[in-house]
């Protein structure tokens, strides 16, 4: 299945290197975990880091340009179709008991856009693997630093505590002492 990479990134299919870092930097962190706590980024992180690896790449994004303007001429043919037969599904919707909402669910999985250029088709699968593995040892990372550093502050907070304990005692007894 094909993926519109420059919508991923919200960039023009003209953009430049760096316009395409930053993009890849904008996204990066607006779908950040710590930035969307209670929901799964970890799908549209690895859109995100597929998006950047193949539109980095200069041949990668020669083959994709090519299938990229294939892929935006079969849509508006798809939404020509959709906008001609509107009615028609109206009506149809109406007497089946469909919901519109149904019926273009229905519609678009049987309307995805597929194309021939397999090593194109490699390279993107590619990208979506090593995505993966990006954003699985970044997990990886922030789960082992984080228990890294809550060892360290265990660790930091029980010396501060039994050094306390051990300057009240030595208080102690002196004052006892004393008495």
């Not at 003209?14 to 930053?22: M, Q, R, V």
């Not at 799908?43 to 539109?55: D, F, T």
């Amino acid at each position: 299945m094909f993926k519109d990479y420059y919508a991923t990134l919200v960039i023009s299919q003209n953009a430049t290197i760096a316009e395409i870092k930053l993009a890849y930097r904008k996204q990066a962190l607006k779908w950040h975990p710590d930035k969307n706590q209670g929901t799964d980024t970890t799908e549209k992180m690895k859109e995100i880091n597929e998006a950047k690896l193949i539109l980095m790449d200069e041949e990668a994004i020669g083959r994709y340009d090519i299938e990229y303007s294939r892929f935006k001429k079969h849509q508006e043919e798809r939404q020509k179709k959709q906008y001609e037969q509107k009615p028609k599904e109206e009506e149809t919707n109406y007497q089946e008991g469909y919901s519109r909402k149904e019926k273009d669910n229905k519609q678009e999985r049987y309307s995805q856009y597929e194309f021939n250029d397999e090593i194109l088709k490699k390279w993107m699968n590619n990208a979506k693997k090593q995505a993966s593995k990006n954003i699985s040892d970044m997990i990886t990372e922030f789960r082992d630093s984080s228990i890294i550093g809550f060892g360290i502050f265990f660790k930091q907070a029980f010396a501060a505590i039994l050094g306390a304990a051990i300057i009240w005692f030595i208080i102690y007894i002196i004052f006892t002492i004393k008495s």
